[in-house]
């Protein structure tokens, strides 16, 4: 037998469905507008994890550039930025990069000081196939960033032969600063050194595996105290090439200094004048 409902209970029956409904929309808005992603390619990458250790990043504010298609996989131009926000008393203090499919995922680690001035750097790497290139930012106070990017690679950077007759590791090294720096201005800052950074899976003419021969670090200074350092790996293109920036505090002196494997090393000095 059917009875009737009161009017009142039906239109308080709709209120209250309205009302869970609302909720769930909020709580699913939140979730969107939540910067960090529950699953992202540094989640499923070893090397990424063991930075990003327990915390699980934001994906506001880290910046990743890099071409969609590349047709050249041995000199890959890439530039990752930070443009979030950070407490006044805070900065991006390391940057690593990573390819998914590389033989070896990591690319680079960039460790920045406030005399860096700007979280921004440019480099070209080498790809080995299609895949993710993804970065990670650390901040000084334990805030990370997280970002990744696809790239199609028509010939492997990892495999292809070097042509020609090759430089002298470590030699003519360039650095091209500005001639004067305003303080608290950052200033890009340019640098190129001639170096195979062999990978040690290429073959010679021969079919003989070329040893493994790399940059692994690259040291600024000024004044001497360190404004920006850079660990490398063979996912660098040869004669590796960095665009950093420096906000020097003072006048004074800088010294580049680049490291290889066998315990070379090079150096560049250069005056730091006022504007």
Same mark, same amino acid.
């Given at each position: 037998?059917?009875?009737?409902?009161?009017?009142? @209970?039906?239109a308080?029956?709709?209120?209250?469905l309205?009302g869970i409904?609302? %909720?769930? %929309?909020a709580?699913s *808005?939140a =979730?969107?507008?939540?910067?960090a992603l529950?699953?992202?390619?540094?989640?499923r990458l070893?090397?990424?994890?063991?930075?990003?250790?327990?915390?699980e990043?934001s994906?506001q504010? *880290?910046?990743?550039?890099?071409?969609?298609v590349?047709?050249d996989?041995?000199?890959?131009?890439?530039?990752? !930025?930070?443009?979030g926000e950070?407490?006044?008393?805070?900065?991006? $203090?390391?940057?690593?990069?990573?390819?998914?499919?590389?033989?070896s995922?990591?690319?680079?680690?960039?460790?920045l000081?406030?005399l860096s001035?700007k979280?921004?750097?440019?480099?070209?790497v080498?790809?080995n &196939?299609t895949?993710?290139?993804?970065a990670?930012?650390?901040s000084h106070?334990?805030?990370?960033?997280?970002?990744a990017? &696809?790239v199609r690679?028509?010939? $492997? =950077?990892c495999?292809?032969r070097? !042509? =020609?007759?090759?430089?002298?590791?470590?030699s003519?090294?360039?650095?091209?600063?500005?001639? $004067?720096f305003?303080?608290?201005?950052?200033?890009a800052?340019?640098?190129?050194?001639?170096?195979?950074?062999?990978?040690? *899976?290429?073959?010679?003419?021969?079919?003989?595996i070329?040893p493994?021969?790399?940059?692994?670090r690259f040291?600024?200074r000024?004044n001497?105290s360190t404004?920006?350092e850079?660990?490398l790996h063979?996912?660098i293109?040869?004669?590796p @090439?960095?665009?950093?920036?420096?906000s020097?505090e003072? &006048?004074?002196?800088?010294?580049?200094e680049?490291?290889?494997?066998?315990g070379?090393s090079?150096?560049?000095?250069a005056?730091?004048?006022? !504007?």
């Open positions: 037998m059917h009875v009737a409902r009161p009017a009142h @209970y039906d308080a029956r709709r209120r209250l309205r409904a609302a %909720a769930v %929309a709580i *808005l =979730g969107l507008a939540t910067p529950a699953e992202g390619p540094w989640q070893e090397a990424a994890r063991s930075v990003l250790g327990d915390t990043p994906t504010g *880290l910046v990743l550039d890099l071409p969609h590349s047709e996989g041995a000199s890959v131009a890439l530039t990752v !930025g930070f443009d950070l407490a006044d008393d805070d900065h991006i $203090s390391r940057i690593d990069l990573f390819a998914t499919a590389n033989p995922p990591e690319i680079a680690t960039f460790h000081t406030p001035g979280a921004e750097i440019s480099t070209r080498r790809l &196939e895949q993710q290139v993804i990670i930012a650390t106070q334990g805030e990370r960033f997280a970002t990017r &696809e690679i028509t010939v $492997s =950077g495999l292809m070097n !042509g =020609g007759d090759q430089p002298e590791p470590l003519n090294p360039r650095v091209s600063i500005p001639s $004067s305003t303080p608290g201005q950052p200033e800052v340019r640098t190129l050194i001639n170096h195979p950074m062999e990978t040690g *899976l290429r073959e010679d003419t021969n079919g003989e070329v493994r021969h790399i940059v692994e040291t600024v000024l001497g404004a920006f850079a660990e063979q996912s293109s040869a004669s @090439y960095l665009l950093f920036y420096l020097p003072e &006048e004074g002196e800088a010294v580049f680049w490291q290889d494997d066998t070379a090079a150096t560049h000095e005056s730091i004048k006022a !504007g």
